[in-house]
């Protein structure tokens, strides 16, 4: 470029930036920072893995003999761009596929060839069972969320898992345990009773499950003797699937048999599966869309808080002391599959719009936090809304990957109100607020701030006003594109990444300038 174009490139630069600064919206926000609310449990940023496409083969696991760099078989990049994630839990290994995963395949020497009638029918080698599991999850620092097998398995063989991998005491199944390579007993942190049971599990009745449930409830046991008083095991038991009547009925069956129940079954909490789907089935593309599909799917998405809303009511009518967590176990987008890819391996693109779908339903939990105590995305590698994409020895981070990076300070932080009116951002007689915002208080004392600007059109002025706290710095990142539908791809991986923003101290106000279509975090000491 020569000097002259650079003047004028940089000319031109400024003015789109003083144009947006001259059409940007005012919004301001206030909140008492002494103001403390729930608990943001830091599960709520759980991640789910299933056998399912690349989730785990090649997403996770690659065998110790591949050229690509890993640990026991476990990729090495993959679990580097994790940890930096702090991911608390991970659901594994299904899904669907949970209710005909047979333990006993994926352990020992020779493990038996099997296929997934669930996702493509494609061969199920079994060489990511439970040893690998156990590894992966503390190679990358998180808890294990095990669901086990209702609807083709049967109690005992639950149980018989469970106690492989919890028994202290030398059984036989411990023993086995420790002859395949780990003698200490696993900790397992949460137990899935089923999943999806009124449909892919079995499609049961409330009652029908609830037999079910009581059995695997009571018999299911954790031996591991850092677990029998402190840090026990939760039980999560199948919730709803949406909000219609089928779905409350549910919710209403099970949460009343939880109020009566006896002494020799109980659950920790019950699971809510929703996606942002638009229409089913999933016709919306991940990548190529314009203004009008980014519109529509943001408020299909924001429709998760009366979901929860709704649920939550029920759940309050026998849990008033919310005793009982509602677990958003599966969560996510899920678009068309992308063309030319084997249509049970849920392929898609992740777009800027999936970082903000992310941060609103993020923001959605963090407000539930005193009966959302536990969410998982789906999935967290290669499938639907992915943290990570792989091509063989090619990995990306997505657009997702760093919302989530930027909230982990939000993890175990304690929720503060916030009061605000943005006004709605309008589409073709579609409305989604303009703004959404939380702010959190960390162990610390540092508050957090959360910001997303939906309306990918206008920046907007903000100006927050703290009570209850005096403000000596602040700093902060926000995460945007060039356009709705940018995504960050092998070449180019970089398009959509967090960038440093400034903030402004005045007195007791923060000033920052917030880019169309951004989520900004930013920590205010
Ligand atoms: O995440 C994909 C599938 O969606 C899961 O296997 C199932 O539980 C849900 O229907």
């Known amino acids: 470029m020569t000097e002259h174009r650079i003047l004028r490139t940089a000319i031109l630069l400024g003015m789109v930036l003083c144009a947006s600064r001259v059409n940007a919206q005012k919004v301001e926000l206030s909140l008492d920072a002494s103001t403390a609310g729930a608990k943001i449990d830091r599960n709520i940023f759980g991640q789910f893995a299933e056998h399912l496409g690349h989730g785990i083969y090649e997403g996770i696991w690659v065998g110790p003999d591949a050229a690509i760099p890993n640990t026991r078989g476990i990729r090495n990049?993959?679990?580097?761009?994790?940890?930096?994630?702090?991911?608390?839990?991970?659901?594994?290994?299904?899904?669907?596929?949970?209710?005909?995963?047979?333990?006993?395949?994926?352990?020992?020497?020779?493990?038996?060839?099997?296929?997934?009638?669930?996702?493509?029918?494609?061969?199920?080698?079994?060489?990511?069972?439970?040893?690998?599991?156990?590894?992966?999850?503390?190679?990358?620092?998180?808890?294990?969320?095990?669901?086990?097998?209702?609807?083709?398995?049967?109690?005992?063989?639950a149980a018989e898992w469970l106690e492989y991998m919890t028994a202290a005491q030398p059984t036989t199944l411990a023993k086995e345990r420790a002859a395949n390579g780990h003698p200490a007993p696993y900790k397992i942190g949460y137990l899935g009773i089923g999943n999806e049971s009124w449909d892919c599990?079995?499609?049961?009745?409330?009652?029908?499950?609830?037999?079910?449930?009581?059995?695997?409830?009571?018999?299911?046991?954790?031996?591991?003797?850092?677990?029998?008083?402190?840090?026990?095991?939760?039980?999560?038991?199948?919730?709803?699937?949406?909000?219609?009547?089928?779905?409350?009925?549910?919710?209403?069956?099970?949460?009343?048999?939880?109020?009566?129940?006896?002494?020799?079954?109980?659950?920790?909490?019950?699971?809510?599966?929703?996606?942002?789907?638009?229409?089913?089935p999933p016709a919306f593309t991940s990548v190529g869309f314009g203004e009008d599909e980014y519109a529509e799917i943001l408020k299909s998405t924001v429709e998760m808080d009366e979901l929860i809303a709704k649920h939550s009511a029920i759940m309050d009518q026998y849990d008033p002391q919310?005793?009982?967590?509602?677990?958003?176990?599966?969560?996510?987008?899920?678009?068309?599959?992308?063309?030319?890819?084997?249509?049970?391996?849920?392929?898609?693109?992740?777009?800027?719009?999936?970082?903000?779908?992310?941060?609103?339903?993020?923001?959605?939990?963090?407000?539930?936090?005193?009966?959302?105590?536990?969410?998982?995305?789906?999935?967290?590698?290669?499938?639907?809304?992915?943290?990570?994409?792989?091509?063989?020895?090619?990995?990306?981070?997505?657009?997702?990957?760093?919302?989530?990076?930027?909230?982990?300070?939000?993890?175990?932080?304690?929720?503060?109100p916030v009061a605000f009116n943005a006004g709605t951002y309008r589409r073709d007689g579609i409305t989604v607020p303009r703004v959404d915002a939380i702010a959190a208080k960390d162990t610390n004392g540092k508050l957090w701030l959360e910001i997303t600007n939906v309306d990918p059109g206008q920046a907007v002025e903000f100006e927050a006003t703290l009570t209850g706290f005096r403000a000596k710095s602040a700093a902060g990142e926000t995460l945007t594109a060039p356009k709705v539908d940018s995504v960050n791809t092998f070449k180019e991986p970089d398009t959509v990444a967090p960038k440093p923003v400034s903030v402004e101290i005045?007195?007791?106000?923060?000033?920052?300038?917030l880019a169309p279509k951004s989520i900004t975090v930013i920590s205010v000491q």
Not at 230 to 246: F, S, T
Not at 506 to 513: A, I, M, T
């Open 77 to 157: 990049d993959v679990v580097t761009a994790l940890k930096a994630l702090k991911v608390p839990n991970v659901r594994w290994p299904g899904g669907c596929f949970a209710d005909e995963y047979h333990w006993r395949n994926g352990i020992g020497q020779q493990r038996a060839v099997t296929l997934n009638p669930n996702w493509g029918g494609v061969i199920e080698p079994n060489t990511f069972g439970t040893r690998e599991f156990m590894d992966f999850i503390e190679q990358i620092g998180a808890e294990a969320y095990i669901s086990v097998n209702m609807g083709s398995g049967s109690p005992r063989e």
């Open 201 to 280: 599990g079995g499609n049961m009745t409330p009652d029908y499950y609830l037999s079910q449930l009581k059995i695997y409830s009571r018999f299911v046991r954790n031996f591991s003797p850092a677990q029998l008083d402190k840090q026990q095991m939760l039980k999560i038991a199948v919730g709803p699937g949406g909000g219609e009547p089928r779905w409350t009925e549910w919710t209403q069956a099970i949460m009343k048999a939880w109020q009566q129940h006896t002494w020799s079954w109980d659950i920790n909490g019950l699971s809510l599966h929703s996606y942002t789907v638009g229409k089913w």
């Open 322 to 416: 919310k005793k009982v967590a509602l677990v958003v176990d599966e969560w996510g987008a899920w678009y068309a599959r992308l063309p030319g890819t084997n249509p049970g391996f849920l392929v898609q693109e992740n777009s800027l719009r999936d970082a903000i779908l992310a941060a609103l339903n993020l923001n959605i939990f963090a407000r539930h936090a005193d009966r959302v105590r536990m969410a998982n995305i789906a999935q967290m590698i290669n499938v639907l809304q992915a943290m990570i994409i792989t091509d063989k020895e090619k990995m990306v981070l997505t657009p997702t990957y760093y919302v989530f990076k930027m909230y982990v300070p939000f993890q175990d932080a304690t929720f503060v």
């Open 506 to 513: 005045e007195g007791s106000k923060l000033k920052l300038h």
